[in-house]
């Protein structure tokens, strides 16, 4: 019975470590991959000013 109840607390507490890595790392990942299509769109917008100008 001991080794169920300590499972069970096991799993709540990845459970609740994962939902904090989620509502955490989610808006970090959107705002790494807004900063990575920023990039790329300035990276293009060179190419572009140096293959035509």
């Known amino acids: 019975m001991p080794i169920v109840k300590s499972f069970h607390r096991v799993l ?5 470590i994962n939902g904090w890595l989620y509502t ?3 808006p970090l990942a959107h705002v790494s991959a807004f900063i990575f299509l920023l990039l790329a769109l300035q990276f293009a917008y060179h190419c572009a000013v140096y293959y035509l100008g």
Do not use: P, T
């Open 24 to 26: 955490h790392i989610k």
């Open 12 to 16: 709540s507490f990845r459970k609740s």
